[in-house]
């Protein structure tokens, strides 16, 4: 198969955005007229409207959000995952540490998503995956673990833990270029853990009274022209300054964190965090902090965290396998 005949990273991008408009306009990200200038952007692309949808997967407790479509002229099937759902919170924090998985370090949504994949039949079909945020770790995860994927296109999909990246070093060796970054230059998901794969950095179109938050907006890649076309601008500077000063801070932070708490550190901010996007209550949330017998390691993470912020060595750096 051609480069040429695969859809676009901007058409993909348009994919993923797709799993978004179905949620109530209006809030922070997606605004009444950026959604209709995106389904019109989704009309009129004839190779979109070629796709015939394989199966859906909407707000599953295991694998999230995700959709597959084929493209019955090319060959080509793409996997959608939508970024972080109600319930998935918690899982994205406990990504940052070993956990009780029979590997050790892969989640349960990662997994979930690995087994939604595995219940498709793609035998024969050119496979691309492709997700934003969570949804984007979810791509690049079952691009280093299963061998079925021919391209992996993530939009400021956050990366993998240490002891992630020491258990499956050969795969990804093996299997990092097929990866591909796409991220918002500000953006602030994609700098969280070690990364894999070729990056590429691009201008938010989103104004910037939208606030710190709109940097993670799958729509902020692109910018409408009044006739209805669009372009994405790739940032020449790459990454911000100040995204790459504070992914390597908080490397460093995780980093003086000792293994036998880190699990427990990942699992008591994922906690407090999936309370919080619950609406649970100040009540609720120092109840599951005391239920979890996390206060005797509050104090102990605040000194790993000033000693991490402090530190000004290599240990900032994403781990690297080649």
């Known amino acids: ?16 955005n797709l799993m978004y408009l179905f949620d109530e306009p209006g809030g922070l990200c997606v605004s009444v007229e950026d959604r209709n200038r995106l389904l019109d952007a989704i009309r009129n692309n004839e190779r979109l409207m070629d796709l015939r949808i394989l199966a859906l997967e909407e707000k599953s407790p295991l694998a999230g959000s ?17 970024g972080t759902g ?9 990504g940052g540490a070993a956990t009780n998985a029979a ?22 079909w050119y496979v691309t995956v492709t997700g934003h945020s969570k949804g984007g770790n979810k791509a690049k995860y079952l691009a280093i673990v299963e061998g079925s994927v021919d391209r992996c296109v993530s939009f400021d999909g956050q990366g993998f833990s240490d002891e992630f990246v020491r258990h499956y070093a050969k ?54 022209r009044e006739d209805g076309s669009f372009y994405v601008e790739r940032a020449p500077e790459g990454q ?7 992914d390597r801070m908080i490397n460093r932070i995780l ?26 209550g100040t009540e609720e949330r120092i109840r599951l902090f005391l239920q979890k ?30």
Request: aromatic content about 10%; some cysteine.
């Open 1 to 16: 198969m051609t480069s040429s005949s695969l859809l676009s990273t901007e058409e993909l991008l348009l994919l993923v």
């Open 66 to 82: 995700a959709a597959a479509f084929l493209n019955d002229k090319t060959g080509e099937a793409i996997i959608v995952f939508r």
């Open 86 to 94: 109600k319930g998935e919170w918690r899982d994205n924090f406990l």
């Open 103 to 124: 590997d050790g370090v892969s989640t349960t949504q990662q997994l979930g998503a690995l087994a939604w994949y595995h219940s498709l039949d793609l035998a024969d």
């Open 171 to 224: 795969q990804i060796a093996d299997r990092q270029k097929i990866v591909e970054n796409h991220n918002l230059e500000y953006d602030f998901v994609n700098i969280l853990l070690n990364d894999v794969g070729e990056r590429f950095y691009y201008k938010r179109q989103i104004p910037l009274q939208d606030g710190f938050l709109a940097n993670h907006c799958a729509n902020g890649f692109f910018k409408f």
């Open 240 to 246: 911000a300054k100040e995204m790459d000063a504070l």
């Open 255 to 280: 980093r003086s964190i000792p293994e036998k708490d880190r699990e427990k550190a990942m699992d008591l901010i994922g906690t407090q965090v999936q309370a919080a996007m619950n609406g649970e």
């Open 293 to 322: 017998g996390f206060p005797g390691l509050l104090p102990r993470l605040v000194g790993y965290a000033a000693l991490g912020a402090i530190t000004g060595n290599d240990s900032g750096e994403d781990l690297v396998v080649k």
